[in-house]
């Protein structure tokens, strides 16, 4: 295994906590992320800015959302059939 050193550099605050969220979203760390970027640049002899979220990525309220429906919060209540829907709007 190649041995391996600390790199460290500063950061907003809120930049970081935005990067945070997308990179799990991705299955990264900030570390891998920083890893694949420097690996990318040693091979490609390049800064490589062609790896990146979707500009349309939810905010935090637009995620609460997305994540509550998700769990069924809020939710209308779920039918397991047409006939179950169909009892409950002739009620």
Known sequence: MPSTVTVQFRMD???KD????MLADM???VSTAMNLYAKAIVNQ????FDIKASRYYPNAETRKVLDDAM????????????DEMRRDLDA
């Open 13 to 15: 605050k809120d930049l």
């Open 18 to 21: 935005q990067l945070d969220t």
């Open 27 to 29: 299955g990264l760390t």
């Open 45 to 48: 002899a390049r800064i490589p």
């Open 71 to 82: 769990a069924g919060i809020g939710m209308s209540k779920r039918y397991s059939d047409m």
